[in-house]
Structures are given as C-alpha cells and as structure tokens.
C-alpha cells in the first residue's frame, strides 16, 4: 500500500502544479524567456523585422532621411527605442551622422564569424538587435563592403506585456495536462495493489 500513497502523493503534487499554471501566477513570459521564447516575443521579433525592411526600401528608394524620419514616427507610435549602427560599430543618430556605441551587443555581432540577431529580456525591456547584411541592390551606393557582407546593425528596445505567456494555448495545455493527471489520480485511487499480490498467491 506504501507505493500506492507513493504515487497519489506524486501526482497530487504534479496535478496542483498543473493546475496553478493555468491561472495568470509567476513564472511570466520574461521569467522564462531563457528556457522558452513564448510566442509572442516571436511576434515582437516579426514586427521589428518588418519595420526594418521598411526603413531600408523607404532608405533606398526614397531619401535616406525619410528613412529616420520614419523610425521617428516609429518611436513616438509604438514606444519603440530604435537604433542604427554601421559595420564598424559606431550609431548612426541621422545621415552622416556618428557617434561611439554604448551597446556592447553590436562589437560582439559585427566581429562574430557568423553575425546572427540577439535579443534578450533586460531591465524589464524586451531588446532585440538584428544584423543588415549588403544585398546585391545596396552596391548601388555602397562600394566598400567589408569580407563579412554586414552592413550595419539595427536595435529595437521596448516594454513588453509579462502576462502575455498566459495566452489561450498555454491554458488549453495545462487543462489537458490537469484532465489527464485527475483520471490518472482516479485510476490510483480505485488501484489495489495489495489485492494483486493477493491473487498471485490464490493462484
């Protein structure tokens, strides 16, 4: 009978657990962003992906100011903190403008052998920095293109919803897994291990 309160005990733990997870409690998107990138950070990754693109065509086949002046508007509308660097690191505040980089995050891509996109949650802001790379329509205006084909590096900074980890489909997970562990604990309970023993030995 020892395994038995063994297992209910077991998966009265697990089904508390299971439980508690569907209400919105800690841990939240943030708290475990290094162990799972929800899919809204996802979402958050594709939205700042599509603002890139456009500065760039705005860039190309506009004024290269309109394109800052669309990352302004950008700001003031979503509450974004966007930035642009060139390939040696430095920010790029307006066209033909520079100054040094206080983010240590873009050296480390720019020098990287294999430039990727970062992005992290830190001081309670979701940051993402994404590399630009020289595509065969950008030497047009760009003549010296380093080994490593990168153009420059764009960041975005923003806050974000801790409660968004609680989505429809994280609930619908955890009642399941809930349903599951309460027929198992019911199967427990109903079990008699001491009868089966019983029976070996009638036999």
Request: glycine residues 6%.
């Amino acid at each position: 009978m020892k395994i038995k309160f063994v297992y209910l005990a077991l998966v009265i733990i697990l089904l508390i657990i299971s439980i508690s997870q569907i209400f919105t409690i800690p841990p939240y998107a943030g708290d475990i962003y290094s162990v799972y990138k929800s899919g809204y950070f996802k979402e958050l990754d594709r939205g700042f992906g599509v603002t890139l693109d456009s500065f760039l065509n705005i860039k190309m086949f506009s004024k290269p100011v309109y394109g800052w002046i669309f990352l302004e508007d950008m700001r003031k509308k979503f509450n974004l903190d966007i930035k642009i660097y060139n390939n040696k690191g430095l920010e790029i505040p307006a066209p033909g403008e520079t100054e040094a980089s206080k983010d240590k995050n873009i050296i480390k891509i720019i020098n990287s052998i294999n430039p990727q996109s970062y992005s992290a949650v830190q001081n309670g802001k979701y940051y993402s920095s994404i590399p630009i790379f020289f595509e065969d329509k950008c030497r047009f205006c760009h003549t010296g293109i380093n080994k490593k084909n990168i153009a420059g590096i764009m960041t975005f900074e923003r806050d974000y919803d801790a409660y968004i980890y609680y989505s429809s489909e994280r609930i619908i997970i955890f009642v399941i897994l809930s349903l599951v562990l309460m027929v198992l604990l019911y199967l427990i309970i109903k079990w008699d291990p001491g009868k089966v023993i019983k029976e070996l030995f009638d036999k």
